[in-house]
T-cell receptor, first 117, second 115 residues
């Protein structure tokens, strides 16, 4: 079946540095991907909708200059956390929409743990 | 804005028994989708079941079934013959039919399955 892969699975970075997380659809094309953030023991909160070939749509309260999203191809979206701080430490999950057929199914990646020290 | 409420932070069920997880939502839309996702310790989100609002028949997937009450805006998940592998966080989610396919999640219910 369709698979969405995230990389890296976990990353530790120093405060003030930037870190990039990749989300790939492995066997389908995804014009739309979504980035969520999940704090420990909490729900998934939508950060932004990533649209291939255009700017991402950010949810209210999400800083677009801090969380840079690029969706340059039909199989890859990247989330870059710029000037990371400890409060950015979280679990980041992407999902991708498979428009093939009539299902318009959403597939989730495995998630990426970010720890900022 | 649509909100999804799961009023049970934690639930416990004995193996082979049945448990029901509650979910209510608030929307002004008439056409939408509702989902239950399972998130085990691995954190991988797994779709358990999906319901289309325009369908009156409750969705069923093997041991998992829903009780969809559209007027009451209620969407509960029933797990029958519970298994140890069912232990996980369960999230109720909402999506408008003609939207960008982003999901709006509830806060989740942690399900413990005891032998």
């Amino acid at each position: 079946g369709a698979v969405v892969s995230q990389h890296p699975s976990w990353v530790i970075c120093k405060s003030g540095t930037s870190v990039k997380i990749e989300c790939r659809s492995l066997d389908f094309q995804a014009t739309t991907m979504f980035w969520y953030r999940q704090f420990p023991k909490q729900s998934l909160m939508l950060m932004a909708t990533s649209n291939e070939g255009s700017k991402a749509t950010y949810e209210q309260g999400v800083e677009k200059d801090k969380f840079l999203i690029n969706h340059a191809s039909l199989t890859l979206s990247t989330l870059t956390v710029t000037s990371a701080h400890p409060e950015d430490s979280s679990f980041y999950i992407c999902s991708a929409r498979d428009q093939a057929g009539s299902g318009n199914t959403i597939y989730f990646g495995e998630g990426s743990w970010l720890t900022v020290v | 804005a649509q909100t999804v409420t799961q009023s049970q932070p934690e639930m416990s069920v004995q193996e082979a028994e049945t448990v029901t997880l509650s979910c209510t939502y608030d929307t002004s839309e008439s056409d939408y989708y509702l989902f239950w996702y399972k998130q085990p310790p691995s954190r991988q989100m797994i779709l358990v079941i999906r319901q289309e609002a325009y369908k009156q028949q409750n969705a069923t997937e093997n041991r998992f079934s829903v009780n969809f009450q559209k007027a009451a805006k209620s969407f509960s998940l029933k797990i029958s013959d519970s298994q140890l592998g069912d232990a996980a966080m369960y999230f109720c989610a909402y999506r408008r039919r003609n939207s960008g396919y982003a999901l709006n999640f509830g806060k989740g219910t942690s399900l413990l399955v005891t032998p």
